[in-house]
């Protein structure tokens, strides 16, 4: 279990780390500001829940599923990600925001984070079956 948690801890870190410098290029590149919305601070916190949350949907994923754990987790994963986009659509902006038309073009990549670097760390902590 405590592996379980690191890797979602490390991936999580990793992801928002991605999506702090992503969210700052997209910001500098077409002039926009959405810091009333969500900082860095967020963007990390967010990550490092959906990591840690994954891990732990994993790890009990695993005692239900015997076979093809990882390819049937990965799946549910990618479509609960590609649901979630649904948030930044539904999502309504200050009225002070400019551009708020480019908010989804700097959400819905972030978006795509966690379940990218959750399944690229996944390798690192992957353990092996005790006989």
């Given at each position: 279990?405590?592996?379980?948690?690191?890797?979602?801890?490390?991936?999580?870190?990793?992801?928002?780390l991605a999506a702090s410098i992503?969210?700052?290029?997209?910001?500098?590149?077409?002039?926009?500001?959405?810091?009333?919305?969500?900082?860095?601070?967020?963007?990390?916190?967010?990550?490092?829940?959906?990591?840690?949350?994954?891990?732990?949907?994993?790890?009990?994923?695993?005692?239900?599923?015997?076979?093809?754990?990882?390819?049937?987790f990965n799946a549910i994963f990618?479509?609960?990600?590609?649901?979630?986009?649904?948030?930044?659509f539904s999502s309504e902006l200050?009225?002070?925001?400019?551009?708020?038309?480019?908010?989804?073009?700097?959400?819905?990549?972030?978006?795509?984070?966690?379940?990218?670097?959750?399944?690229?760390?996944?390798?690192?902590?992957?353990?092996?079956?005790?006989?």
């Amino acid at each position: 279990m405590k592996q379980t948690l690191f890797h979602g801890v490390v991936s999580g870190a990793l992801a928002g780390l991605a999506a702090s410098i992503y969210s700052e290029a997209y910001s500098q590149a077409l002039l926009v500001d959405f810091s009333s919305v969500f900082t860095w601070i967020n963007l990390v916190a967010v990550c490092i829940f959906s990591c840690v949350l994954a891990s732990l949907g994993y790890f009990f994923f695993a005692k239900w599923v015997k076979n093809g754990t990882d390819s049937w987790f990965n799946a549910i994963f990618l479509v609960l990600t590609f649901v979630s986009f649904l948030i930044p659509f539904s999502s309504e902006l200050p009225m002070e925001i400019e551009s708020p038309e480019l908010f989804a073009g700097l959400t819905i990549p972030i978006h795509l984070f966690p379940v990218l670097f959750w399944m690229a760390t996944k390798p690192l902590f992957k353990q092996e079956a005790i006989h």
